[in-house]
């Protein structure tokens, strides 16, 4: 799966629309008290992957991520955002884990 860079990153009034809807994912009754999914900390938010939909919970570090902006617009063409299963990026788990390993690793280099 090859990614192609896009000439135009997601603005940052999408990137928000992004965070405020998928901050309001979670299951029934498991909120906080900022009305917030009580198992997502602070700072992540859940994405859904593959074909069983699979639940992980990312750094909102990397929707500055070119390559995740990549797979946020492919998210977008075939799920749009305004669906009732929350962000769901049309990856393979195996390719999802290994890309976003790649940007945590790169952006953890990048700090120290």
Known sequence: MAFT???KL?????M????KRCS??????EYDIH?????V?????PVYVGKNRVRYVVPISLLSNPEFQCLLQRAEEEFGFEHEMG???PCEED??????SVMLRRSRSMIF
């Open 5 to 7: 860079r896009s000439n």
């Open 10 to 14: 997601l603005q940052p009034t999408v």
């Open 16 to 19: 928000k629309q992004i965070i």
């Open 24 to 29: 309001s994912l979670g299951k029934k009754n």
């Open 35 to 39: 009305n917030l999914p009580a198992d």
């Open 41 to 45: 900390p602070k700072g992540h938010f």
């Open 87 to 89: 962000l769901t990026i």
């Open 95 to 100: 390719v999802f884990r290994s890309v976003t």
